[in-house]
């Protein structure tokens, strides 16, 4: 009952979020919540430490882009080319990346990434350093006009929605007991006789598929895609996410998403805020040292939330229920 109640507390707040805050933000905020889900598939729950999930990301914007701007593709069509190149990209790299494991696994997946960002950059279709600008947001089923922020929200609300809970079944499945066997010891889950390469590539996938549509919605949303999105410095972001929110937590990623996008969009503010308040001029800088900020509660969370905030906070209200129920 407190579960359907705080489910129904969740969806009415998101519902009504955009009649209150900046709809292009929260927008902003939901792309990120599903990348950051789904990176978090892999690492959190198959144990793969992926640095190039920026490809599949950025590349993702860059194909949606194309299709709705130059090849005139309706909203839908260029969403599902979006994922589906992801998805096949995520297959490549994957069958590639999982033959290693460890650090060599991180290290070829970062490498075919940056491969993948020297092709977007020399591509014509992307515009190089200038980006794909004007992306046309068009009329989802030729009906609803997406140039409407609401209407907009609303399908990128469901969107991601529907890929959480996408994350939230495949955990809780058969599918996701083996990702977890072959995560805590990848050696047993062989002898029981699971082909583990076959699983990792599958979440691979899985895990490229949701990236690419979050990467499409956000270009959508913004109406542009840029080399920041293929970068591997995008690919260390939302690594931070799932950190500081918390590995292996379904909704420790969200948490992380908003707490990084919030001060890469607020920080401005925030450090004129904390001037305001201490006669401190030097918060004002805030706005331009993000990079510094985001550095140090990186470092935080390492050393004092090993588990994350939303793990931390699972572990707390783990250990208080059996000290009362002991």
């Known amino acids: 009952m407190r579960y359907k109640l705080g489910a ?60 709705l701007r130059d090849a005139g593709l309706p909203v839908e069509a260029g969403l599902v080319l979006a994922v589906l190149f992801a998805a096949l990209t995520g297959l ?6 999982i033959r290693r494991q460890g650090i060599y696994f991180t290290m070829i997946t970062l490498a075919l990434a940056q491969m993948l960002y020297f092709v977007f950059l020399q591509a014509k279709f992307t515009g190089g350093e ?9 009329r989802l089923l030729g009906l609803i006009d997406l140039s409407q922020d609401l209407h907009l929200y609303y399908l990128v609300l469901a969107l991601t929605v529907a890929g959480f809970l996408l994350v939230v079944r495949a955990v809780h499945s058969p599918f996701g ?29 899985l895990s490229a598929a949701l990236a690419g549509l979050a990467g499409a919605l956000k270009a959508l949303v913004l109406g542009f895609a840029t080399l920041s999105d293929v970068h591997w410095a995008m690919s260390g972001l939302v690594v931070l996410m799932t950190l500081v929110g918390g590995v292996g937590t379904l909704t420790g990623p969200v948490v992380g998403a908003i707490l990084i996008i919030a ?27 993000v990079t510094m900020v985001l550095g140090l509660i990186f470092v935080l969370c390492v050393l004092l939330f090993r588990r994350g905030l939303v793990g931390e906070l699972v572990a707390w209200w783990q250990s208080r229920r059996a000290a009362a129920s002991g």
């Open 263 to 289: 001060l890469e969009d607020k920080m401005g503010e925030i450090g004129s805020a904390l001037a305001d308040l201490t006669r401190i001029e030097w918060f004002r800088s805030l706005g331009d040292s």
């Open 8 to 67: 129904g507390l969740v969806v009415a707040a998101l519902l009504a979020a955009p009649l209150i805050l900046y709809p292009v933000f929260l927008m902003k905020v939901l792309c990120f919540c599903l990348f950051a889900c789904a990176f978090n598939l892999l690492l959190g729950f198959t144990g793969l430490n992926s640095f190039g999930h920026a490809a599949f990301f950025g590349g993702a914007a860059y194909v949606a882009g194309w299709a």
């Open 130 to 138: 200038d980006g794909l600008q004007g992306i046309p947001r068009g």
């Open 92 to 97: 490549v790299v994957g069958w590639l990346a």
């Open 177 to 205: 007991q083996v990702l977890k066997a072959v995560r805590d010891n990848e050696a047993r889950a062989v002898s029981l006789g699971f082909h583990a390469d076959q699983i990792k590539l599958l979440a691979f996938v």
